[in-house]
C-alpha cells in the first residue's frame, strides 16, 4: 500500500462505492429484464391458454352430446355429435402444434408436466368415443371421462399464471380462471340434465350435483366479477341478460319446483340448445377476457421493456456523473501534488536554492510547500557555510598531499635500496646453494663413476678372458671346416667311379636293345628290360652330376670360410690386445676417480658453511627491506589519504558551487 501512487489510492477510495452503483444498477436492470422477459412469455404462453381454453369449450359440448346420445339409445344427438367430435380434434390438434412450438421456444418446466397429463388423459377418448358410439358406457362414465379431461386442461391454467410476477396479470388471470370453472360446471351441468330431461326425472343423487353445479357457478362468478373491469363485466351482464339464460333460468325453476313429481315437460335437445347458447354467450365473454390478458401482458412487456432502457440509461447517466465527480475530485488532490513534485524536481534539476514553491490555498498541499520553502532557506544557509568550510579544507588537504608525497618518495627511495640488497643478497644464497648443491651431485658422480671404472675393470678381464676362448672355438672351427674339405674331395672320387658305373651300364643296356631286336618275339621281354636299365642308368648319370655339382658348391664355401675363419683368429687375436689396454685405461680412471671425489667432498663442505653464512645475511637484509617497505606503506598510505582529502575537498567546493545560493 505504501508503494501505490496517490491516484491509486483515489481510485481504491472510490472503487467500493462505485462497485456498489454498479451492483446495484445491475440488479435494477437485471430485475427489469426478468420482469420483461416473464411477461413477454406470458403473452406468448396466453396462446396455449386460448387454446386449451378452445379445446376444453368443445370437449365440454361433446360431453353434453355424448351424455344425451347414450342416454336416448342413440336417439338423440346422433347427427350433431360427429361434428362436434371434429370441432373437438382440431382443436386438441391445434393445441399439440402450441406445445411443440412452445418446447422448442422453452416451456416452463410445471406447464409442460400438466399439459403432458393432459395429452395422456386424452389418449383415451377414442376408445371412449368407441365405446360410446357402441352404447356400451354408461351416461355417467362417459361423462366423468370428460369431466376429468376438461380438468386436466383447466389444471393447466395456474402453471401458466405462475409465470407471471405482475399483480395485475395475476388478478386477470386468477378472474379467468374462475371463469373457466364456472364455465366447466356449467358444461357439468348440462351433461347431468340431459338424461334427466331424457328420463323427465331427476334421481336425488342427480338433484344433489345440479344443486352444487349451480351453487359452484355462483362461487366461481363471484370470484370472476371481483378481479374483471368494467368492460368485461359490462359484456358480460349483456350476455346475462339474454334469452338462452333467461330459458335456463326457467328450465332450472322448472327442475326444482318439480324434483319430487319430475314430469318437467321439457325435451333434452331445448336445454341443451338454449344451455348450449348460454354457455357460447360465456365463450364470447372467455375470448375478450383472453384477449384482454394478451393485449395487457403485451402492454406491460413493453413497458417493462422500457423500463429496464430507461433504468439501464439512467444507471449509466448516474455511473458516469459518479466517474467524472469522482475524477474531478481526484484531479483537485492530484494536481496540486503533481505541481509541487513538479517544482521539486526541477529545483532538484537545477540546483537552484533561491526558487520557492507557489502556495494556493490554506490546505494540507499549501502547508507542505511552505514547510519545503522554511526547508530550502535552512539549505541554502547550509549550503553557503559548508562552500566556506571547503575552500579552507581544500587550502589544508593541498599542503598535506605535498608534504605526503615528498615523504613517500623518500620511503619509496629507501625501499628500493633495501629491496635491491636483500635480492642481491637472496640472489648470492640462491647461487651458492646452487654450487653446493652441484658440488654434492660433483661428489655422487665421482663416486658412481669410481664404482663403474671398478665395474668395468672388471668387465674388461672378463671381456679379454672370452675373447681367448673365442679365439680357440674359431681356430677349432676352422681345422673342421679344413677336414670337411678334405672329406669332399673323397666323395668327389666315389661320385666319378658311380658315373663311370652308369656310363658303361647304359652302353650295356642299348647293346642288349639291340640284340633283343635281332632276336624278335623271343627278346622281346629282354628288350623291355634292357630299356629300363638304360633309363636307370640315365637317372644314375643325372644325380650323380648333380651331387658333383653340389660338393663343388660345398669345397668352394668351405674355402670362404677358411679364409674367413683366419680372418676372424685374426680379429680375435686383436680384441683380446685392445682388451688388455682397456683394462690397463680402466685401473688409471679408477685411481683418479678416487682422486677427484676426495677433492669434491672438501669443496660441498666448504660451500655448506658459505651458504649457511650467506642465508644469516640475508634474513638480516630481509628484516631492513621489510622495514623499510612498512614505512614506504605507511608514506604512500598518508599520501593517498592526503590527496583522496584533496579531492574530497574539491568534490564538496564542486558540489557546493552547483548550488545558487
Do not use: C
Given at each position: 500500500?505504501?508503494?501505490l501512487?496517490?491516484?491509486?489510492k483515489?481510485a481504491?477510495?472510490?472503487?467500493i462505492?462505485?462497485?456498489?452503483?454498479?451492483?446495484?444498477?445491475l440488479?435494477?436492470?437485471?430485475?427489469?429484464?426478468?420482469?420483461?422477459?416473464?411477461?413477454?412469455?406470458?403473452?406468448?404462453?396466453?396462446?396455449v391458454?386460448?387454446?386449451?381454453?378452445?379445446?376444453?369449450?368443445?370437449?365440454?359440448?361433446?360431453?353434453?352430446a355424448?351424455?344425451?346420445?347414450?342416454?336416448?339409445?342413440?336417439?338423440?344427438?346422433?347427427?350433431?355429435?360427429?361434428?362436434?367430435?371434429?370441432?373437438?380434434?382440431?382443436?386438441?390438434?391445434a393445441?399439440?402444434?402450441?406445445?411443440?412450438?412452445?418446447?422448442?421456444?422453452?416451456?416452463?418446466?410445471?406447464?409442460?408436466l400438466?399439459?403432458?397429463?393432459?395429452?395422456?388423459?386424452?389418449?383415451?377418448?377414442?376408445?371412449?368415443?368407441?365405446?360410446?358410439?357402441?352404447?356400451?358406457?354408461p351416461?355417467?362414465?362417459?361423462?366423468?371421462?370428460?369431466?376429468?379431461?376438461?380438468?386436466?386442461l383447466?389444471?393447466?391454467?395456474?402453471?401458466?399464471?405462475?409465470?407471471?410476477?405482475?399483480l395485475?396479470?395475476?388478478?386477470?388471470?386468477?378472474?379467468?380462471?374462475?371463469?373457466?370453472?364456472a364455465?366447466?360446471?356449467?358444461?357439468?351441468?348440462?351433461?347431468?340434465?340431459?338424461?334427466?330431461?331424457?328420463?323427465?326425472?331427476?334421481?336425488?343423487?342427480?338433484?344433489?350435483?345440479f344443486?352444487?353445479?349451480?351453487?359452484?357457478?355462483?362461487?366461481?362468478?363471484?370470484t370472476?366479477?371481483?378481479y374483471?373491469g368494467?368492460?368485461?363485466?359490462?359484456?358480460?351482464?349483456?350476455?346475462?341478460?339474454?334469452?338462452?339464460?333467461?330459458?335456463?333460468?326457467?328450465m332450472?325453476?322448472?327442475?326444482?319446483?318439480?324434483?319430487?313429481?319430475?314430469?318437467?315437460?321439457?325435451?333434452?335437445?331445448?336445454?341443451?340448445?338454449?344451455?348450449?347458447?348460454?354457455?357460447n354467450?360465456?365463450?364470447?365473454?372467455?375470448a375478450?377476457l383472453?384477449?384482454?390478458?394478451?393485449?395487457?401482458?403485451?402492454?406491460?412487456?413493453?413497458?417493462?421493456?422500457?423500463?429496464?432502457?430507461?433504468?439501464?440509461?439512467?444507471?449509466?447517466?448516474?455511473l458516469l456523473?459518479?466517474?467524472?465527480?469522482?475524477?474531478?475530485?481526484?484531479?483537485?488532490?492530484?494536481?496540486?501534488?503533481?505541481?509541487?513534485?513538479?517544482?521539486?524536481?526541477?529545483?532538484?534539476?537545477n540546483?537552484?536554492?533561491?526558487?520557492?514553491?507557489?502556495?494556493?490555498?490554506?490546505?494540507?498541499?499549501a502547508?507542505?510547500?511552505?514547510?519545503?520553502?522554511?526547508l530550502?532557506?535552512?539549505?541554502?544557509?547550509?549550503?553557503?557555510?559548508?562552500?566556506?568550510?571547503?575552500?579552507?579544507?581544500?587550502?589544508?588537504?593541498?599542503?598535506?598531499?605535498?608534504?605526503?608525497?615528498?615523504?613517500?618518495?623518500?620511503?619509496?627511495?629507501q625501499?628500493?635500496?633495501?629491496?635491491?640488497?636483500?635480492?642481491?643478497?637472496?640472489?648470492?644464497?640462491?647461487?651458492?646453494?646452487?654450487?653446493?648443491?652441484?658440488?654434492?651431485?660433483?661428489?655422487?658422480?665421482?663416486?658412481?663413476?669410481?664404482?663403474?671404472?671398478?665395474?668395468?675393470?672388471?668387465?674388461?678381464?672378463?671381456?679379454?678372458?672370452?675373447?681367448?676362448?673365442?679365439?680357440?672355438?674359431?681356430?677349432?672351427?676352422?681345422?673342421?671346416?679344413?677336414?670337411?674339405?678334405?672329406?669332399?674331395?673323397?666323395?668327389?672320387?666315389?661320385?666319378?667311379?658311380?658315373?663311370?658305373?652308369?656310363?658303361?651300364?647304359?652302353?650295356?643296356?642299348?647293346?642288349?636293345?639291340?640284340?633283343?631286336?635281332?632276336?624278335?618275339?623271343?627278346?622281346?621281354?629282354?628288350s623291355?628290360?634292357?630299356?629300363e636299365?638304360?633309363?636307370?642308368?640315365?637317372?644314375?648319370?643325372?644325380a650323380?652330376?648333380?651331387?658333383?655339382?653340389?660338393?663343388?658348391?660345398?669345397?668352394?664355401g668351405t674355402?670362404?670360410?677358411v679364409?674367413?675363419?683366419?680372418?676372424?683368429v685374426?680379429r680375435?687375436?686383436?680384441?683380446?690386445?685392445?682388451?688388455?689396454?682397456?683394462?690397463?685405461?680402466?685401473?688409471?680412471?679408477?685411481?683418479?676417480a678416487?682422486?677427484?671425489?676426495t677433492?669434491?667432498?672438501?669443496?660441498?663442505?666448504?660451500?655448506?658453511?658459505?651458504?649457511?653464512a650467506?642465508?644469516?645475511?640475508?634474513?638480516?637484509?630481509?628484516q631492513?627491506?621489510q622495514?623499510?617497505?612498512?614505512?614506504?606503506?605507511?608514506?604512500?598510505s598518508?599520501?593517498?589519504?592526503?590527496?583522496?582529502?584533496?579531492?574530497?575537498?574539491?568534490?564538496?567546493?564542486?558540489?557546493?558551487?552547483?548550488?545558487?545560493?
Open positions: 500500500m505504501k508503494n501512487r496517490i491516484a491509486a483515489i481504491l477510495l472510490l472503487l462505492p462505485l462497485l456498489s452503483v454498479i451492483g446495484y444498477t440488479q435494477n436492470v437485471r430485475h427489469a429484464h426478468a420482469e420483461w422477459q416473464s411477461l413477454a412469455s406470458t403473452e406468448s404462453l396466453m396462446d391458454a386460448i387454446a386449451l381454453g378452445d379445446l376444453t369449450h368443445n370437449l365440454q359440448i361433446e360431453r353434453g355424448t351424455a344425451g346420445f347414450v342416454q336416448s339409445k342413440g336417439a338423440k344427438f346422433a347427427t350433431d355429435l360427429p361434428t362436434y367430435r371434429a370441432n373437438t380434434d382440431k382443436q386438441l390438434q393445441l399439440q402444434a402450441l406445445f411443440a412450438q412452445a418446447q422448442q421456444q422453452g416451456m416452463p418446466d410445471k406447464l409442460q400438466t399439459l403432458q397429463a393432459t395429452f395422456k388423459a386424452l389418449q383415451q377418448l377414442p376408445e371412449t368415443r368407441a365405446a360410446a358410439s357402441g352404447l356400451t358406457i351416461a355417467p362414465e362417459a361423462a366423468a371421462y370428460f369431466t376429468r379431461s376438461i380438468a386436466t383447466l389444471d393447466n391454467i395456474p402453471a401458466i399464471t405462475e409465470q407471471t410476477g405482475n395485475t396479470l395475476i388478478k386477470r388471470m386468477t378472474g379467468y380462471l374462475a371463469f373457466l370453472q364455465k366447466e360446471r356449467t358444461g357439468q351441468e348440462r351433461a347431468l340434465m340431459v338424461p334427466v330431461f331424457t328420463a323427465d326425472a331427476i334421481e336425488a343423487g342427480q338433484y344433489r350435483d344443486i352444487g353445479h349451480m351453487a359452484a357457478q355462483q362461487a366461481y362468478l363471484s370472476f366479477k371481483g374483471m368494467d368492460d368485461i363485466l359490462a359484456l358480460y351482464q349483456a350476455n346475462n341478460s339474454n334469452t338462452a339464460t333467461q330459458s335456463v333460468e326457467a332450472r325453476k322448472s327442475v326444482i319446483d318439480n324434483v319430487a313429481t319430475g314430469q318437467f315437460g321439457i325435451e333434452p335437445t331445448e336445454w341443451f340448445k338454449a344451455i348450449t347458447q348460454k354457455i354467450d360465456m365463450r364470447s365473454v372467455e375478450m383472453t384477449q384482454q390478458i394478451k393485449t395487457t401482458a403485451s402492454t406491460l412487456a413493453q413497458q417493462a421493456q422500457r423500463a429496464m432502457w430507461l433504468n439501464g440509461a439512467l444507471s449509466l447517466l448516474l456523473a459518479m466517474l467524472g465527480l469522482a475524477g474531478w475530485m481526484a484531479a483537485s488532490i492530484i494536481n496540486p501534488i503533481n505541481a509541487l513534485r513538479d517544482s521539486m524536481v526541477e529545483i532538484e534539476r540546483k537552484d536554492l533561491t526558487r520557492q514553491l507557489a502556495v494556493n490555498g490554506k490546505d494540507e498541499v502547508h507542505v510547500a511552505e514547510a519545503f520553502n522554511r530550502i532557506s535552512s539549505v541554502r544557509q547550509s549550503v553557503a557555510n559548508a562552500s566556506n568550510s571547503a575552500h579552507q579544507v581544500l587550502g589544508l588537504a593541498a599542503t598535506l598531499a605535498s608534504t605526503s608525497l615528498q615523504v613517500a618518495g623518500n620511503a619509496g627511495r625501499s628500493e635500496a633495501a629491496s635491491a640488497m636483500a635480492s642481491a643478497v637472496e640472489e648470492m644464497t640462491v647461487s651458492i646453494d646452487q654450487v653446493a648443491d652441484h658440488s654434492g651431485e660433483a661428489r655422487d658422480f665421482s663416486s658412481s663413476n669410481q664404482h663403474l671404472a671398478t665395474r668395468g675393470g672388471e668387465v674388461i678381464l672378463s671381456v679379454v678372458q672370452d675373447m681367448h676362448s673365442i679365439a680357440d672355438t674359431v681356430h677349432q672351427s676352422s681345422q673342421i671346416i679344413t677336414d670337411l674339405g678334405q672329406q669332399s674331395d673323397k666323395i668327389v672320387s666315389i661320385v666319378l667311379a658311380i658315373k663311370e658305373i652308369a656310363d658303361q651300364t647304359n652302353l650295356l643296356a642299348l647293346n642288349a636293345a639291340i640284340e633283343a631286336a635281332r632276336a624278335g618275339e623271343q627278346g622281346r621281354g629282354f623291355v628290360v634292357a630299356d636299365v638304360r633309363k636307370l642308368a640315365e637317372r644314375t648319370a643325372v650323380t652330376q648333380q651331387i658333383n655339382s653340389m660338393i663343388h658348391n660345398i669345397q668352394s674355402r670362404d670360410a679364409a674367413s675363419m683366419q680372418v676372424g685374426e680375435v687375436n686383436q680384441g683380446v690386445s685392445l682388451a688388455n689396454q682397456a683394462g690397463d685405461a680402466i685401473r688409471e680412471i679408477q685411481s683418479g678416487q682422486q677427484i671425489g677433492a669434491v667432498s672438501d669443496i660441498s663442505a666448504a660451500l655448506k658453511e658459505q651458504s649457511i650467506s642465508a644469516d645475511i640475508s634474513r638480516h637484509v630481509e631492513v627491506a622495514m623499510t617497505d612498512e614505512n614506504n606503506a605507511a608514506a604512500n598518508n599520501a593517498s589519504t592526503a590527496r583522496q582529502l584533496e579531492q574530497l575537498a574539491a568534490d564538496l567546493q564542486r558540489a557546493v558551487e552547483q548550488f545558487r545560493t
